[in-house]
């Protein structure tokens, strides 16, 4: 009776005002319009861009609109630092608001789309600290090097690779391991010894995956793994 009772409760329910759909498909051929409808007949609305927990997604799996939400987000609180600049606010406090509010941005989700950027969006975020740092040292800016080699920041792509090395490092040393797929002792050779096995791929969008880049790093810093 409590069975037959709990197999007639809804699990689950579609919000129907936050269900779209979004179409990851390179073909032109065999591209279609999805027709998916509620009960009611009302249809699913078909999105080229949405918002996954902050990070933007398009359906062509660029990352070009994600880079410029982060930029933009961050022009705005530029805002601030600049209205602290003229209260001649301390320049280390300055800093420390930077890297707490706007900084900050950049590193949200890095896992997941720091290895398909391209050349402009990587100089695109690297504005973000260029902009920050001329508005805090104001006259005495004298270059982007100087400038941060005075307040010990690293470049914003190589903190990015800090951070998605890192991430990827604990990712593969948690209860999430099956993530990844190991090298079986058959696998190995002389030449290459990687723990890791990487997805093949003919594309050059495959090769710069997520779980591809996470796996690269891993086998480019296993010295780093803890030892069992």
Known sequence: MEIERFSEVNLFKINESKSKIMIFNTSKKYDFPPDFSFENGEGLEVVDKTSLMGVCITS?????????SIYMKAVKRMWLLRRLKLASVEPQFLVDYFVKEIRILADHGVAVWNSGLTLAQVNMLEKIQKVALRIILGDTYLSYDKARAQFNLKLLSERRLELCTNFALKLFESKHRETFYTTTDSMMTTRHRNILVENFTN??????????????????????????
């Open 203 to 228: 594309t050059r969008k495959c090769y710069l995956a997520p779980h591809n880049y996470l796996a690269r790093l891993v086998n480019q810093n296993s010295g780093k793994l803890k030892k069992k």
């Open 60 to 68: 062509d799996l660029r990352w070009h609109g994600n880079t410029k």
